[in-house]
């Protein structure tokens, strides 16, 4: 099965900025409504933005506002761009499709900290 690979994640200040990206090689990422998800240490993992195969999105009340999720289909690429981040964003950030289906990737570890 096909497992994503996210990139992008750093350590950043409260207030900063980051894009994550989202590739999966040998599927076409655009077949399928997308997902960006984070798991905070000692908590389940959560669905933060999601992306219809239109393009529609729909996100967590937490991020609203904050974060925007999108879609390059040429790229075979799905992106987070996270702006003002929040301590309480500090997580592993995943993608998987919507709802998520197969492997999990490695994420990428978004640490905002002063």
């Known amino acids: 099965q096909v497992q994503p690979v996210e990139s992008g994640g750093g350590l950043v200040q409260p207030g900063g900025s980051l894009r994550l990206s989202c590739v999966a090689s040998?599927?076409?990422?655009?077949?399928?409504?997308m997902g960006w998800y984070r798991q905070a240490p000692g908590k389940q993992r959560e669905l933060v933005a999601r992306i219809s195969t239109s393009s529609s999105t729909i996100y967590a009340d937490s991020v609203k506002g904050r974060f925007t999720i999108s879609r390059d289909n040429a790229k075979n690429t799905v992106f987070l761009q996270m702006n003002s981040l929040k301590p309480e964003d500090t997580a592993v950030y995943y993608c998987?499709?919507?709802?998520?289906?197969?492997?999990w990737g490695q994420g990428t570890q978004v640490i905002v900290s002063s």
């Open positions: 040998g599927t076409i990422l655009s077949l399928y409504p």
């Open positions: 998987n499709r919507y709802p998520a289906y197969g492997p």
